[in-house]
């Protein structure tokens, strides 16, 4: 059972690149969410999906899109790479059908733009 | 908007000592509060999660506390190991969208 799949674990990206960081869940999890974690600030959430078919803006979307591609993928792209956006990337699931889940993360993806 | 603090920011503590660790929130209306641990350069663990309507659950070493009414949460480690060495996160969970919205974290060392 592998649960939350987060591919790559590390990149270097140039600004103004563009890239995709993928995720795939094995859980059958209905909410799916992307965080950036920076020194000081704690996690925060980019963009989440409650359900298949839907995405949210979170608290720090801006120069972000997302895609829940089907039940088990939501990727998240960076259009037009910035240095502001060197961070560590983590996703994270859950079921989202009762008020006692505990939430799923995959390792992260550290990603630098220089 | 919620907000999730948890201060200290560090904490360091001799091999045995009990740890005490503290997160605040400011909107009360949550379904849960959940305690991960992270450990450097990995993802998330969670380690308790405390519903709405408890006062406290219990994992081993670990108890956590659930003070809505106050917006305080606690996590205490009792007799701790060089292994609880890690950043410890609380996160409060509520309905709409099913988000949860996470404090900085206290890192954790424990000296042998």
């Known amino acids: 059972n592998a649960g939350v799949t987060q591919t790559p674990k590390f990149q270097v990206l140039k600004t103004g690149q563009s890239m995709t960081l993928q995720c795939a869940q094995d859980?059958?999890?209905?909410?799916m969410y992307w965080y950036r974690q920076d020194p000081g600030m704690g996690l925060r959430l980019i963009y989440y999906s409650a359900s298949e078919g839907t995405t949210d803006k979170g608290e720090v979307p801006n120069g972000y899109n997302v895609s829940r591609l089907n039940k088990r993928e939501f990727s998240l792209r960076l259009e037009s790479a910035a240095p502001s956006q060197t961070s560590v990337y983590f996703c994270?699931?859950?079921?989202?059908?009762?008020?006692?889940?505990?939430?799923?993360f995959g390792s992260g993806t550290q990603l630098s733009v220089l | 908007k919620q907000e999730v603090t948890q201060i200290p920011a560090a904490l360091s503590v001799p091999e045995g000592e009990n740890l005490v660790l503290n997160c605040s929130f400011t909107d009360s209306a949550i379904y849960n509060l959940q305690w991960f641990r992270q450990d450097p350069g990995k993802g998330l663990t969670s380690l308790l999660l405390i519903q709405s309507s408890q006062r406290e659950q219990t994992s081993g070493r670990l108890n956590a506390s659930l003070d809505k009414s106050s917006g305080r949460s606690t996590l205490y480690i009792a007799a701790s190991q060089p292994g609880d060495s890690a950043t410890y996160l609380c996160?409060?969970?509520?309905?709409?969208?099913?988000?949860?919205?996470f404090g900085g974290g206290t890192r954790v060392l424990v000296k042998p």
């Open positions: 996160a409060t969970f509520k309905a709409a969208g099913n988000k949860l919205t």
């Open positions: 859980m059958n999890h209905n909410s």
């Open positions: 994270a699931s859950l079921e989202g059908l009762r008020r006692d889940e505990k939430l799923f």
